[in-house]
């Protein structure tokens, strides 16, 4: 007779779906599937995060990263809320992840017990599956039903569970699903394809901007804007994609962008979007033509109104419309923002370059260059941070991770410690702000504790530098946005890691060179001096107020605080 517990039916699923690690906090609502994971610890582990929030955010990353299942697991109540911030990056960002949810005993579900909350009105807003099980021999077919949903709506399944039923025994291996999920091929229309190829070569000045949706189609990507002679705007999270160096690269779009970027999809006769929701309409054309390649039909035109949708995987897709077209010998539109990128890149090198005193965050990713490997992994963090970057960091064959859409504060530990367990072979570094940093720093120790050698570079001002840019911007005086001086080596050395703190340009190379010889987790702590993150191209009505709010501060104060006035006279033009 067949008779197993359930918790280890469901082990040993997660292991035949491929799922090798999990992170979470055991609790008194998971431990019995804690002790099932406990005996199989050597096929799959269990990573004891310190925050269930980490936890969340780190099986969200490593899912954007592999495209694989990210799993967490919390308890009921408290540890159930505490995943909310990292499921909805997970969300918001369209990583599969799946959270297996404790939940107080069977019998008393509804009765208002110690640690219960109402755990699937909580999760519907963020979840693609939201299922608690009522019977132990539900729970083999809503796991494989969960992690199908979560695969194939690439987002958040929510599994609840009480505790109990994970102890009790199935009384038969027969299960109503499979687990196996099956990815289709998309591939538009040939008639849509026929469509796209005329506007295409109708028009004069095309523009490509891509997505996370390229990942898979890299090579693809760039034979196909090689073929018709259209630069390539990145995404944020389509940043390293493409090399930023390379020649059809005119970098990112929008606040974090680059000024050939802003101008020349101002000048397009032609968007076509790839593989992106991009959501700033501000920074795209006014009234063009624009074709959109998308796996997911419903994204067709959500953000843009356009000409043409195909429906279609990116790396299909851009094969067949490359096969169709006919290449375009020379375009001058290409080649003069070309010019512009590569006097772009120029200005950017020399304030990276710059040996001056107090630091700015340039001149430390320019140093953090020269010790990048070839096929790093560097998990971004949101602020000024992501400004930095995004515009100052360049990425030739690297992997970059971060909270895009619901750019989340905190992001960038838990991404580097998930890239460090999905690629243990590889680099990996993490890049934050301080005031990111000082969110999930306790976490460190998870670095730790599992012999995780990442390097944690911290940018920090002592500031949440972007709040304080965009009071300024609103025209409003700064107010809560000092964070106060916090030494972030010592407390990586009370972690049992190895930090290093660094306070001026001289002291930049020796010990951002020390910190990466070490085979230890590292946090780099760079003193930096408080910098507005320009954009690269400054709207007049911005100018306007950032120069009310310098009236005010000297009127207030009696000082002024200018930003770089020839750089920003430079963005205005």
Same mark, same amino acid.
């Given at each position: 007779?067949?008779?197993?517990?359930?918790?280890?039916?469901?082990?040993?699923? %997660?292991?035949?779906?491929?799922?090798?690690?999990?992170?979470?906090?055991?609790?008194?609502?998971?431990?019995?599937?804690?002790?099932?994971?406990?005996?199989?610890?050597? #096929?799959?582990?269990?990573?004891?995060?310190?925050?269930?929030?980490?936890?969340?955010?780190?099986?969200?990353?490593?899912?954007?990263?592999?495209? !694989?299942?990210?799993?967490?697991?919390?308890?009921?109540?408290?540890?159930?809320?505490?995943? %909310?911030?990292?499921?909805?990056?997970?969300?918001?960002?369209?990583?599969?992840?799946?959270?297996?949810?404790?939940?107080?005993?069977?019998?008393?579900?509804?009765?208002?017990?110690?640690?219960?909350?109402?755990?699937?009105?909580?999760?519907?807003?963020?979840?693609?599956?939201?299922?608690?099980?009522?019977?132990?021999?539900?729970?083999?077919?809503?796991?494989?039903?969960?992690?199908?949903?979560?695969?194939?709506?690439?987002?958040?399944?929510?599994?609840?569970?009480?505790?109990?039923?994970?102890?009790?025994?199935?009384?038969?291996?027969?299960?109503?699903?499979?687990?196996?999920?099956?990815?289709?091929?998309?591939?538009?229309?040939?008639?849509?394809?026929?469509?796209?190829?005329? %506007?295409?070569?109708?028009?004069?000045?095309?523009?490509?901007?891509?997505?996370?949706?390229?990942?898979?189609?890299?090579?693809?990507?760039?034979?196909?804007?090689?073929?018709?002679?259209?630069?390539?705007?990145?995404?944020?999270?389509?940043?390293?994609?493409?090399?930023?160096?390379?020649?059809?690269?005119?970098?990112?779009?929008?606040?974090?962008?680059?000024?050939?970027?802003?101008?020349?999809?101002?000048?397009?006769?032609?968007?076509?979007?790839?593989?992106?929701?991009?959501?700033?309409?501000?920074?795209?054309?006014?009234?063009?033509?624009?074709?959109?390649?998308?796996?997911?039909?419903?994204?067709?035109?959500?953000?843009?109104?356009?000409?043409?949708?195909?429906?279609?995987?990116?790396?299909?897709?851009?094969?067949?419309?490359?096969?169709?077209?006919?290449?375009?010998?020379?375009?001058?539109?290409?080649?003069?923002?070309?010019?512009?990128?590569?006097?772009?890149?120029?200005?950017?090198? #020399?304030?990276?370059?710059?040996?001056?005193?107090?630091?700015?965050?340039?001149?430390?990713?320019?140093?953090?260059?020269?010790?990048?490997?070839?096929?790093?992994?560097?998990?971004?963090?949101?602020?000024?941070?992501?400004?930095?970057?995004?515009?100052?960091?360049?990425?030739?064959?690297?992997?970059?991770?971060?909270?895009?859409?619901?750019?989340?504060?905190?992001?960038?530990?838990?991404?580097?410690?998930?890239?460090?367990?999905?690629?243990?072979?590889?680099?990996?570094?993490?890049?934050?702000?301080?005031?990111?940093?000082?969110?999930?720093?306790?976490?460190?120790?998870?670095?730790?504790?599992?012999?995780?050698?990442?390097?944690?570079?911290?940018?920090?001002?002592?500031?949440?530098?972007?709040?304080?840019?965009?009071?300024?911007?609103?025209?409003?005086?700064?107010?809560?946005?000092?964070?106060?001086?916090?030494?972030?080596?010592?407390?990586?050395?009370?972690?049992?890691?190895?930090?290093?703190?660094? #306070?001026?340009?001289?002291?930049?190379?020796?010990?951002?060179?020390?910190?990466?010889?070490?085979? !230890?987790?590292?946090?780099?702590?760079?003193?930096?001096?408080?910098?507005?993150?320009?954009?690269?191209?400054?709207?007049?009505?911005?100018?306007?107020?950032?120069?009310?709010?310098?009236?005010?501060?000297?009127?207030?104060?009696?000082?002024?605080?200018?930003?770089?006035?020839?750089?920003?006279?430079?963005?205005?033009?």
């Amino acid at each position: 007779m067949f008779e197993k517990r359930t918790g280890e039916v469901l082990t040993q699923q %997660l292991i035949d779906w491929g799922v090798d690690h999990i992170y979470g906090m055991p609790g008194d609502s998971i431990n019995e599937l804690i002790d099932d994971l406990r005996k199989r610890q050597e #096929e799959i582990s269990f990573m004891q995060v310190r925050h269930e929030e980490t936890g969340a955010l780190a099986a969200s990353a490593y899912a954007k990263l592999t495209g !694989k299942l990210g799993v967490t697991l919390s308890i009921a109540g408290p540890g159930a809320v505490h995943l %909310l911030n990292g499921l909805y990056d997970a969300k918001a960002d369209k990583a599969p992840v799946l959270a297996l949810v404790g939940q107080v005993q069977s019998e008393e579900v509804g009765t208002g017990a110690f640690q219960e909350i109402n755990l699937e009105r909580m999760f519907d807003d963020v979840a693609v599956f939201n299922k608690r099980a009522a019977t132990e021999e539900q729970l083999p077919d809503l796991l494989n039903q969960a992690i199908k949903e979560a695969y194939t709506n690439k987002g958040v399944s929510v599994l609840i569970v009480p505790d109990d039923l994970f102890a009790k025994k199935q009384s038969s291996e027969v299960m109503l699903t499979s687990g196996d999920h099956y990815k289709p091929e998309m591939i538009p229309k040939p008639a849509h394809l026929k469509e796209a190829r005329s %506007l295409i070569e109708k028009a004069e000045k095309p523009i490509i901007l891509a997505g996370q949706g390229t990942k898979d189609a890299q090579n693809e990507l760039i034979d196909f804007a090689e073929k018709i002679k259209a630069p390539i705007i990145l995404s944020l999270l389509g940043k390293g994609m493409i090399p930023d160096n390379h020649p059809y690269c005119l970098g990112q779009l929008g606040q974090i962008g680059t000024k050939p970027a802003y101008h020349a999809m101002k000048e397009t006769d032609l968007l076509i979007l790839i593989g992106t929701q991009f959501p700033y309409r501000d920074f795209l054309p006014e009234d063009v033509p624009a074709i959109q390649i998308d796996n997911k039909p419903d994204n067709l035109g959500k953000y843009y109104p356009i000409k043409l949708g195909l429906a279609g995987d990116s790396k299909e897709t851009l094969q067949a419309l490359s096969e169709l077209i006919s290449p375009v010998e020379k375009r001058s539109y290409l080649e003069y923002y070309q010019e512009k990128m590569n006097d772009w890149r120029i200005a950017i090198q #020399e304030e990276k370059r710059s040996t001056e005193d107090p630091l700015h965050a340039p001149q430390v990713m320019y140093e953090l260059e020269k010790h990048m490997e070839p096929g790093a992994v560097i998990s971004g963090d949101v602020g000024n941070v992501t400004v930095w970057l995004a515009r100052f960091l360049h990425l030739v064959n690297q992997k970059f991770v971060l909270s895009g859409w619901l750019a989340t504060m905190g992001s960038g530990l838990p991404g580097a410690i998930a890239a460090k367990k999905a690629y243990p072979e590889k680099q990996v570094i993490g890049v934050s702000g301080d005031g990111g940093f000082s969110m999930v720093m306790h976490d460190f120790v998870t670095a730790v504790k599992y012999d995780l050698p990442i390097k944690m570079i911290v940018l920090n001002n002592s500031k949440i530098g972007m709040i304080k840019y965009e009071q300024e911007q609103m025209g409003h005086l700064n107010y809560a946005t000092n964070l106060g001086e916090v030494d972030f080596s010592k407390f990586a050395e009370a972690c049992g890691g190895e930090g290093y703190r660094i #306070e001026s340009y001289e002291e930049l190379a020796p010990k951002m060179k020390q910190a990466f010889v070490s085979n !230890k987790p590292v946090i780099i702590d760079v003193a930096i001096e408080d910098q507005a993150p320009l954009p690269g191209k400054i709207d007049y009505q911005s100018a306007v107020n950032f120069s009310k709010y310098i009236v005010k501060n000297f009127f207030e104060s009696g000082s002024l605080d200018l930003p770089d006035m020839k750089k920003s006279i430079q963005r205005l033009r």
